[in-house]
């Protein structure tokens, strides 16, 4: 299937000010339910900050946004807009993209997985233990279209308690991995997402 859903979609979708009912819908509008996750009620505001290559500024990414690749080699900063009732929580970071190598499937490839994330005094998430899965950038595999990288924020009840890493990047089935190591699906506590593309490609 071609994305021309997501093409029609994503130039409306960034706000100036995410809300948990815009970013819900967001989700939506561009099948990230059902195609990544069953379902989604936030009750986190989870964002983004990448840094501009060229600049060295702080690229902070509203939902729906669209970044270059090149600017999403370096890990991105994952921080709560607004963490009250956040601090007494551990939480797990899953980054994907449903996308890579084509969209339709009912898995992604996984860009980053955070265990053990803890909430810093503005809101910052601060890594607890190494990844669980290193970070590594969105690829652009599938050339002309911007792809949706999909970044989950997870409740985690117990630190250190999840089963290991997944056997590969490729392939990764976010909910089921929740399933065997969370509390399934309601552990989903927050989210974002973002469009990579191709600055090559206009």
Request: net charge negative.
């Amino acid at each position: 299937m071609q994305l021309l859903w997501v093409l029609a979609a994503f130039a409306s979708l960034a706000t100036a000010q995410d809300t948990l009912e815009s970013v819900k819908a967001a989700f939506e509008s561009v099948r990230i339910v059902p195609d990544v996750i069953p379902t989604f009620d936030p009750i986190f505001l989870l964002q983004l900050t990448y840094t501009d290559v060229k600049t060295g500024n702080p690229l902070p990414l509203a939902v729906g946004e669209t970044i270059d690749v090149e600017n999403t080699r370096a890990a991105p900063a994952f921080s709560i807009v607004d963490s009250t009732g956040a601090f007494d929580t551990a939480f797990l970071i899953a980054l994907v993209n449903p996308d890579d190598p084509f969209p339709g499937g009912s898995t992604s490839f996984l860009n980053y997985l955070g265990a053990d994330q803890l909430v810093g005094g503005d809101g910052e998430m601060v890594p607890n233990s190494a990844p669980v899965v290193s970070y590594v950038g969105p690829r652009t595999t599938n050339g002309e279209l911007p792809q949706r990288v999909v970044a989950l924020l997870y409740s985690q009840s117990d630190l250190n308690a999840l089963s290991g890493p997944p056997d590969t990047r490729d392939d990764f089935n976010v909910t089921d991995f929740v399933e065997r190591n969370l509390r399934g699906p309601s552990a989903l506590v927050g989210g974002t997402f973002f469009f990579s593309r191709n600055p090559s490609i206009d």
